[in-house]
């Protein structure tokens, strides 16, 4: 009987090593190893080009048929850095549920020229058939495997020659080569070396979908990130109809594109204007508590409304809850207008809340954050026609943001009449006739304007 060679693995960095370890060698992570069954060679040698590879001049080498094809869809072309590079392997990451398989096969489905081979080890030939009924494919040249040995997937995408090659997902890929059960550290590894392998070789396309873990990384080793050459995330609440779609690493385009899809009946949706529909439109009734914020996501300006709920607190301890940012950033802001505008908030529920479930990590909302505080506790709305974008800091000054030109201009896009913006702010170009443009250097000055007090 073959011996069982068995071998320890880094879930982290996918190091390896013949005795357990507490701390990882290569990236110093701790309690990270796990036990893997070996009997044949774990690592191939990538070898990309086979042995006939040999070097070449920059200048020789020739990239007319370098070409992106175009997936027929606005947001994620941008994404990719304007349409999918061939050769390419794209690794897509997500929530359970948050419609990973719905994007991939949306993507094969809306593109009636490009043949794409769709391999499915979740999923039957009639489930997925099922999801495109409802997605509504029409003349698609897609195919369908249901299939979790790479061999025999390598083996039929060479045979169909397809376009792009999607898998969903890496985790339930299995090779012969490695006798470890699948989505494990070592099968992960290998199946995405082999899967690059085909993408570099025969120049197609790979979009891969991954897991990921509790903490929101991608399952499986770090060095999936390093070999694949786009990493998109695939974000937001599954309870909320909005996601949000990001590169995280793109050897191709920027990693400051978003694109923002709604879940749908029919698939997902493109939004090509989020402020619009992540503002509730009040029209003219405008309600206390609640603040527009001038945020970017990227290189994307993103109008959110800030909602805060400030209430006499019922028992001793005040609550502190927020949806969508950072609770030890609500404190921070409540300790500044505790201690800079000496507003009291002792004995003051505060709850506070950004509509659509959308997340912001931007500083930018700060300003919006403490109107809307304000604005509940004193019970006074603010304007809906008013929007906010600058940082607090600790001293109580409101500091200044980046792309403020650019998020001027799409808030008077968005008919907005005025912009409170810090006073430390440098316009590089005159703002538009049709907003007024009202800098202010620190809270108390901000809390005189909105509601006259000091
Ligand atoms: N009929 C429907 N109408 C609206 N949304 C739907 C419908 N059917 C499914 N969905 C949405 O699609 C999501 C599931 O999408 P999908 O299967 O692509 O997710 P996934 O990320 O691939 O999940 P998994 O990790 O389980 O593979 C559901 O959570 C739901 O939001
Ligand atoms: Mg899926």
Same mark, same amino acid.
């Given at each position: 009987?073959?011996?069982?060679?068995?071998?320890?693995?880094?879930?982290? !960095?996918?190091? *390896?090593?013949?005795?357990? =370890?507490?701390?990882?060698?290569? !990236?110093?992570?701790?309690?990270?190893?796990?036990?893997?069954? /070996?009997?044949?060679?774990?690592?191939?040698?990538?070898?990309?080009?086979?042995?006939?590879?040999?070097?070449?001049?920059?200048?020789? %080498?020739?990239?007319?048929? *370098?070409?992106?094809?175009?997936? #027929?869809?606005?947001?994620?072309?941008?994404?990719?850095?304007? +349409?999918?590079?061939?050769?390419?392997?794209?690794?897509?990451?997500?929530?359970?549920?948050?419609?990973?398989?719905?994007?991939?096969?949306?993507?094969?489905?809306? !593109?009636?020229? &490009?043949?794409?081979?769709?391999?499915?080890?979740?999923?039957?030939?009639?489930?997925?058939?099922?999801?495109?009924?409802?997605?509504?494919?029409?003349?698609?040249?897609?195919? %369908?495997?249901?299939?979790?040995?790479?061999?025999?997937?390598?083996?039929?995408?060479?045979?169909?020659?397809?376009?792009?090659?999607?898998?969903?997902?890496?985790?339930?890929?299995?090779?012969?080569?490695?006798?470890?059960?699948?989505?494990? %550290?070592?099968?992960?590894?290998?199946?995405?070396?082999?899967? =690059?392998?085909? $993408?570099?070789?025969?120049?197609?396309?790979?979009?891969?979908?991954?897991?990921?873990?509790?903490?929101?990384?991608? $399952?499986?080793?770090?060095?999936?990130?390093?070999?694949?050459?786009? /990493?998109?995330?695939?974000?937001?609440?599954?309870?909320?109809?909005?996601?949000?779609?990001?590169?995280?690493? #793109?050897?191709?385009?920027?990693?400051?594109? %978003?694109?923002?899809?709604?879940?749908?009946?029919?698939?997902?949706?493109?939004?090509?204007?989020?402020?619009?529909?992540?503002?509730?439109?009040?029209?003219?009734?405008? @309600?206390?508590?609640?603040? &527009?914020?001038?945020?970017?996501? +990227?290189?994307?300006?993103?109008?959110?409304?800030?909602?805060?709920?400030?209430?006499?607190?019922?028992? +001793?301890?005040?609550?502190?809850?927020?949806?969508?940012?950072?609770?030890?950033?609500?404190?921070?802001?409540?300790?500044?207008? *505790?201690?800079?505008?000496? @507003?009291?908030?002792?004995?003051?529920?505060?709850?506070?809340?950004?509509?659509? +479930?959308?997340?912001?990590?931007?500083?930018?909302?700060?300003?919006?954050?403490?109107?809307?505080?304000?604005?509940?506790? @004193?019970?006074?709305?603010?304007?809906?026609?008013? !929007?906010?974008?600058?940082?607090?800091?600790?001293?109580?000054?409101?500091?200044?943001?980046?792309?403020?030109?650019?998020?001027?201009?799409?808030?008077?896009?968005?008919?907005?009449?005025?912009?409170?913006?810090?006073?430390?702010?440098?316009? *590089?170009?005159?703002?538009?006739?049709?907003?007024?443009?009202?800098? /202010?250097?620190?809270?108390?000055?901000?809390?005189?304007?909105?509601?006259?007090?000091?």
């Amino acid at each position: 009987m073959a011996k069982v060679k068995k071998a320890f693995f880094c879930k982290n !960095c996918g190091h *390896e090593s013949a005795k357990w =370890l507490g701390c990882c060698p290569s !990236c110093g992570e701790w309690n990270t190893f796990v036990e893997e069954i /070996v009997s044949k060679p774990a690592t191939s040698a990538l070898g990309i080009n086979n042995s006939n590879s040999k070097a070449l001049l920059i200048n020789d %080498i020739d990239i007319s048929h *370098e070409s992106r094809l175009n997936l #027929n869809s606005v947001e994620i072309n941008r994404i990719l850095g304007g +349409g999918l590079v061939c050769g390419s392997m794209i690794l897509v990451g997500g929530e359970p549920g948050i419609g990973k398989s719905t994007l991939s096969l949306q993507i094969a489905l809306k !593109c009636p020229d &490009i043949k794409t081979l769709y391999v499915s080890g979740e999923e039957s030939a009639q489930q997925i058939k099922i999801r495109a009924a409802r997605l509504g494919s029409n003349d698609a040249q897609c195919y %369908i495997l249901s299939e979790t040995l790479l061999e025999t997937i390598i083996m039929q995408a060479k045979e169909l020659k397809p376009d792009i090659l999607v898998i969903d997902s890496i985790q339930t890929l299995y090779t012969e080569r490695i006798d470890s059960s699948a989505g494990s %550290i070592s099968q992960i590894r290998d199946c995405a070396m082999q899967l =690059l392998k085909f $993408a570099k070789e025969t120049n197609t396309p790979v979009f891969v979908i991954g897991h990921i873990t509790k903490d929101g990384t991608i $399952a499986g080793p770090k060095v999936l990130e390093h070999i694949v050459d786009v /990493v998109l995330q695939f974000e937001g609440d599954s309870n909320h109809a909005y996601r949000i779609l990001r590169a995280t690493k #793109n050897r191709f385009g920027s990693t400051a594109e %978003i694109g923002i899809f709604e879940m749908q009946n029919t698939g997902l949706r493109e939004i090509e204007n989020p402020s619009e529909i992540l503002i509730s439109q009040h029209n003219d009734l405008s @309600f206390s508590g609640v603040a &527009i914020a001038a945020t970017m996501d +990227g290189v994307r300006p993103l109008f959110i409304e800030t909602q805060s709920l400030v209430s006499t607190a019922a028992y +001793g301890v005040p609550q502190r809850s927020t949806t969508g940012i950072d609770v030890r950033r609500l404190n921070m802001l409540l300790a500044v207008l *505790e201690k800079r505008a000496g @507003f009291r908030l002792a004995m003051k529920d505060v709850f506070f809340n950004i509509t659509g +479930g959308l997340r912001i990590s931007d500083t930018a909302a700060d300003m919006a954050i403490i109107s809307s505080v304000l604005s509940s506790n @004193f019970d006074v709305p603010i304007p809906v026609s008013s !929007c906010f974008c600058a940082e607090v800091g600790l001293t109580g000054e409101l500091r200044p943001v980046s792309h403020i030109n650019q998020r001027i201009g799409e808030a008077a896009r968005l008919n907005f009449k005025k912009i409170f913006i810090s006073r430390y702010s440098k316009l *590089e170009d005159k703002p538009p006739v049709n907003i007024e443009v009202i800098s /202010v250097a620190k809270i108390e000055e901000l809390m005189k304007i909105l509601f006259g007090k000091n």
